[in-house]
């Protein structure tokens, strides 16, 4: 292990080209695994990981169970629904009854900003060694989306070895509904730190201006950006003006929970403005492959057909990633806390 130093994994803007090169070059080792024989690895036996889920998710907790379960972790999973939370207990409390239980990870993710930030501060103040990984808080951040997706970039620019290198120079539209994504933010800190160049589409309700501006500065607390030299963002509003330059295409989920106010006029405006489909996809000039994190609202911000077209569409590669980038995170955190107590 070289330079990893992470405890916590909450938010992507903190890491460095190695981090980034780090996560992906065990990532790929560990996605080799299975058609080298080996179902399982030790490294985690006799750890226990808690997947602490506030807000519903299908991929993000699944895959890390599997993730743990791969490297021979003990699971426990909470799901809000069912919790003593409906008898007032607080989040905080609802954590530390895991921690309680010897959690060496929870994997938390919350509606509310900052969550998983909040509870590892609390309990690094309380001298608890279990560690952080954001799962997803509110609209912020949302890392081991952020990574797998840049993998599955990687791997589809050069397969032979998907290092972040691979994105240099690259450009990648990302459209829809940036403001209520944090998959968006995530691969905003991640694409950026790789060299790729950021294209955001959408319409002003749902991408403001400055957005572009996004990875100008360290978020607050943060005191330096470890990226000397970062891809640039740029805004457009018309698919027309990005896809013609776009390497990769990755659209976002019209996140309705998260709007505050009703942001669209009609759906099926939607669909004609930013729908990704093989049509609007012969603004290309090129074939690029379209990722999306999931859930998808099928005819809305993507098509039915251009889903299940598996010559373009990295959606299923997407979820696949997601077991051993996670693998990866939970190994590298593990091996953290061994140097520490020098195992
Ligand atoms: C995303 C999320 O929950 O932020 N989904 C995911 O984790 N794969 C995106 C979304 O909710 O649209």
């Known amino acids: 292990m070289t330079g990893w130093s ?106 509310s900003t900052n969550v998983a930030a909040q509870l590892a501060s609390e309990l690094e103040k309380s001298g608890e060694t279990t560690a952080i990984l954001n799962g997803g808080d509110g609209l912020h951040s949302h890392p081991s989306q952020g990574l797998l997706d840049l993998y599955t970039l990687a791997n589809y620019f050069n397969p032979l070895n998907p290092e972040p290198e691979a994105l240099l120079g690259k450009k990648i539209a990302i459209i829809g509904d940036i403001l209520h994504s944090r998959v968006a933010r995530s691969n905003l800190w991640a694409l950026t730190a790789c060299g790729a160049d950021v294209l955001l589409c959408g319409p002003p309700s ?63 405006r939607y669909h004609n403005d930013y729908g990704i489909t093989h049509q609007s996809l012969k603004l290309c000039q090129k074939s690029v492959p379209v990722l999306h994190p999931g859930p998808v609202n099928r005819g809305v911000e993507m098509s039915g057909e251009l889903l299940a077209d598996r010559s373009i569409c990295l959606v299923e590669e997407q979820v696949k990633n997601g077991i051993p980038i996670r693998m990866a995170l939970l190994y590298l955190i593990a091996a953290v806390e061994a140097k520490k107590a020098n195992i």
């Open 6 to 111: 992470h405890h916590h994994v909450i938010d992507l803007s903190s890491f460095s080209l190695e981090d980034y090169r780090e996560v992906l070059s065990l990532a790929h080792r560990f996605k080799s695994l299975p058609s080298s024989g080996t179902r399982k690895l030790p490294a985690l036996q006799g750890r226990l990981v808690t997947t602490l889920f506030f807000e519903a998710s299908t991929r993000t907790r699944s895959s890390f169970e599997l993730a743990a379960r791969s490297l021979s972790a003990d699971v426990v999973n909470f799901t809000a629904s069912g919790s003593s939370l409906r008898k007032g207990e607080s989040v905080l409390d609802t954590a530390l009854t895991y921690v309680a239980m010897g959690a060496d990870v929870l994997v938390v993710r919350h509606s």
């Open 206 to 268: 749902l991408l403001p201006k400055e957005f572009e501006n996004f990875v100008d500065a360290p978020p607050p607390g943060q005191e330096l950006d470890p990226i000397k030299k970062r891809g640039r963002i740029h805004i457009e509003r018309k698919l027309s003006e990005v896809l013609p330059y776009a390497d990769a295409v990755m659209t976002l989920r019209l996140q309705k929970e998260r709007m505050k106010e009703n942001l669209l006029s009609t759906l099926d």
